[in-house]
């Protein structure tokens, strides 16, 4: 088992009143990625934020190689040292590459032999040799995503932190980006926690998703989210959706003893495809149609309509076994204990 390098114990963020964060425990160890998914608004960039220090919770702890990190610590700046973040669209001075990459080494006050090796090292890192006395406002959005690494990666951190790190550049540049962050990994010296909308870079890069929604880690992905009104309908609880299916309102049989509005979630990796229904009060079953067919490692994700969308991942092996393909009338099945509730 890896070190743990960042714990957080019940933390909860507001602002002004709105709960943003509720995270009861969370470890994160060395020499993993962790992937934050989840939509706008779920708190993954305040996440980020309150691990490198560069925001606080409202209560709780996070705990950084056995020391708090408390903003008003004295030590606040020695934690600091061993944690970057890369931010989504991040500045750089108005000067050359060279001296962007070089700016925290000169504040830690590194010799200029060292700093200079430093430098030339984290840009070969990144694919960026060469670009040193390049200025920042001649770098295209991937190069300046690039640089902003490479500054980052010249402190050699023990923690580093990328919000949304391929948004809004070319592919091209993603994909030297997502070679460096496997780079990084596969060294083992660091933890790598990074935001992501892009569900299926989240599967090809990370060794475990937190999917975060209102501000709670959830067992699910943060697909298959649903909304309506728990009644009881024959002896069974179920959710009543705006949607319809064949016709009739869609309703997803569940458990629980709760009625009224709610909200729920099924993991895509419990969501079976099938070519005949389940008669089962414990299954819920839809016919739909594959809409999207999508290869991720030794996953296929599908997205199949049945009056709304589910998003299904079934092993590349069985998926080649039932001969899918696009606009296939199927079944889309899952058990009511796998619906959940939050």
């Known amino acids: 088992m890896n070190e743990t390098i960042f714990r957080i114990e019940n933390l909860t963020k507001y602002y002004d009143d709105k709960l943003v964060l509720d995270i009861p425990h969370l470890e994160l160890e060395v020499g993993k ?57 991040p500045v750089l001075f108005g000067t050359t590459v060279e001296k962007n990459v070089a700016y925290g080494l000169r504040v830690r006050s590194m010799e200029r032999k060292a700093r ?4 030339a090292e984290a840009l070969k890192m990144v694919g960026l040799s060469g670009f040193e006395k390049r200025k920042a406002y001649q770098l295209s959005a991937g190069e300046t995503r690039r640089v902003a690494l ?30 460096l962050i496997r780079k990084i990994k596969s060294e083992g010296r660091t933890v790598i926690v990074m935001t992501t909308h892009d569900l299926s870079q989240a599967y090809r890069l990370a060794d475990e998703i937190i999917s975060l929604l209102l501000g709670r880690i959830i067992e699910s992905s943060p697909e298959n989210i649903f909304s309506g009104r728990i009644e009881e309908s024959d002896g069974l609880k179920q959710l009543f959706l705006s949607w319809r299916h064949r016709g009739a309102p869609l ?41 999207s067919i999508t290869a991720e490692k030794e996953w296929v994700r599908l997205k199949i309509d049945a009056g709304v969308e589910f998003v299904a991942l079934m092993p590349k092996q069985q998926f080649h076994r039932m001969n899918l393909n696009l606009c296939k009338q199927t079944y889309i099945t899952f058990k009511t204990s796998d619906v959940h509730l939050f």
């Not at 950084?64 to 004295?74: A, L, P, V």
């Not at 629980?256 to 709610?262: I, L, R, V």
């Open 33 to 89: 990625i962790y992937a934050v998914v989840g939509p706008n608004g779920a708190g993954k960039t305040t996440l980020l934020n309150i691990l490198a220090g560069l925001d606080e919770p409202t209560d709780g702890k996070i705990i950084f190689q056995g020391q708090m990190i408390d903003r008003k610590s004295n030590i606040i700046t020695d934690i600091r040292r061993h944690i970057t973040m890369v931010m989504q669209d």
């Open 116 to 119: 200079d090796e430093k430098v």
């Open 150 to 179: 490479a500054r980052a990666l010249a402190l050699n951190p023990k923690a580093l932190l990328l919000d949304e790190p391929t948004a809004n550049i070319d592919k091209r540049n993603a994909e030297v980006v997502e070679r």
């Open 251 to 291: 309703r997803i049989l569940l458990n629980t003893e709760k009625s009224g509005d709610a909200h729920i979630c099924i993991d895509p990796k419990n969501i079976h495809i099938s070519n005949r229904p389940r008669e089962s009060d414990s299954w819920n079953s839809f016919l739909g149609e594959i809409t």
